[in-house]
Nanobody, 122 residues
Framework: QVQLVESGGGLVQAGGSLRLSCAAS????VGWFRQAPGKEREFVAA????????YYADSVKGRFTVSRDNAGNTVFLQMNMLKPEDTAVYYC???????????????????WGQGTQVTVSS
């Protein structure tokens, strides 16, 4: 069982930055997803248990960075150059083993955080 606690959402102007945190009860493969009103939940980024390999959705490449703290159990999503279309509830998700494909598929994650709202004003 992996418990996940998210924090760091809020309101920011377009072009600004936010950092989300996902505190996990153990070192896990962690993904970030987001869901805007009326839309499907979509993949944003993921990081392997070691932190060596990171994956990103095309829509956030070059703007968002996923990383881990030194202990390895907390995962961050640094979001820069935010756009109004980034507005969504952001969720972290985890699985106990690494995967090298289909990391963008919700069904491949076993544990989910409660979600945190990110709102980007224009």
């Amino acid at each position: 069982q992996v418990q996940l606690v998210e924090s760091g959402g809020g309101l920011v102007q377009a072009g600004g930055s936010l950092r989300l945190s996902c505190a996990a009860s153990t070192r896990a493969f962690v993904g970030w997803f987001r869901q805007a009103p009326g839309k499907e939940r979509e993949f944003v980024a993921a990081i392997t248990r070691s932190g060596v390999i990171r994956y990103y959705a095309d829509s956030v490449k070059g703007r968002f960075t996923v990383s881990r703290d030194n202990a390895g159990n907390t995962v961050f999503l640094q979001m820069n150059m935010l756009k109004p279309e980034d507005t969504a509830v952001y969720y972290c998700a985890a699985r106990e083993t690494n995967i090298g494909s289909s990391y963008d598929t919700r069904q491949n994650y076993d544990y989910w955080g409660q979600g945190t709202q990110v709102t980007v004003s224009s």
